[in-house]
């Protein structure tokens, strides 16, 4: 084989593994940003009941409304639930706490708090 040769089979090698390379990453956030829509799809309704009870309203039935949430929905929305529990005090903690218990997701939000 010639130098040209052996050029050309470099060069084809590299472009190959740059396509290859190039195509994982955007299909890899592809899959991320699908992931992470769907993820907010889900959580759009329960995010609202977590704003309510964080603005002090704890009426019972939006209580018992996050503690019966699916179990896809509430990993869905539990980042945003254990980000409140840390910034909330008083009553609307003392809810968030309770649904967390309730839940048996307890251990798990303490292990995450900043």
Known sequence: MTLAGAAIVALAVLLVAALVFGGLIVGGRTVRRAREARRARLAKPA???????????????????????????????????????????????TTLVDVFERRGAAWRARSRLP
């Open 47 to 93: 995010r609202q009941l977590l704003l309510a009870i964080a603005a002090g309203d704890d009426d019972p039935e939006q209580v018992e409304a996050l503690v019966r949430l699916s179990d896809e929905v509430w990993q869905a929305v539990e980042p945003n639930a254990i980000a409140l529990l840390g910034k909330v005090r008083g009553e609307a903690h």
